[in-house]
């Protein structure tokens, strides 16, 4: 795909939107080097804050799904504070 300008002055701003896939492997990879580096585990804020800081803007309605599906494939459990610990 090629982009053209109309003016040689103009800015393009070009807007890329992961698909499910690739927030369900950025999910899994952030969780899988936070528990390596710190042992820290997350919570769907603490989660959402941190793809944020990355600059991804995704509800934490969709985090708690990929986190649901991550939990129904057994690749996450969930302790009792709502931390949810990678099992891969």
Do not use: C
Request: aromatic share 12%; hydrophobic share 35%.
């Amino acid at each position: 795909m090629k982009l053209k300008r109309a003016y040689e002055d103009e800015e393009i701003v070009v807007v890329y939107s992961p698909s499910y896939h690739e927030l369900k492997m950025l999910i899994m990879s952030l969780m899988r080097e936070y528990k390596k580096k710190y042992n820290y585990y997350f919570t769907t804020v603490s989660l959402h804050k941190e793809l944020e800081k990355r600059g991804l803007q995704i509800s934490p309605d969709m985090i708690r799904k990929i986190l649901h599906e991550l939990k129904k494939q057994g690749l996450v459990k969930e302790k009792i504070n709502h931390k949810y610990i990678p099992h891969f």
